[in-house]
């Protein structure tokens, strides 16, 4: 999933650069710190709610566009 892979890679950016925490990353998108691990490895593909929650607490949105 293409969306994801590049959340992934954001969320990974945040973390090593340590603008953000596994625990805040947990905490704001409401799962736990194994799942964020899971996350981060490709082990587990969270829903949209927390895909949009981990993306709002890096500072992005997700936008939904119809294609032609």
């Not at 293409?2 to 905490?27: C, F, N």
């Not at 607490?57 to 939904?64: D, F, Q, R």
Request: charge should be positive.
């Amino acid at each position: 999933m293409l969306v994801m892979d590049e959340l992934i890679k954001k969320l990974q950016l945040a973390l090593d650069r340590k603008a953000t925490s596994v625990t805040d990353l947990a905490i704001h998108a409401g799962v736990s710190r194994q799942a964020i691990y899971h996350i981060l490895n490709g082990k587990y593909t969270p829903n949209l709610e927390i895909v949009n929650k981990l993306a709002a607490s890096i500072g992005y949105s997700l936008e939904m566009r119809k294609t032609r």
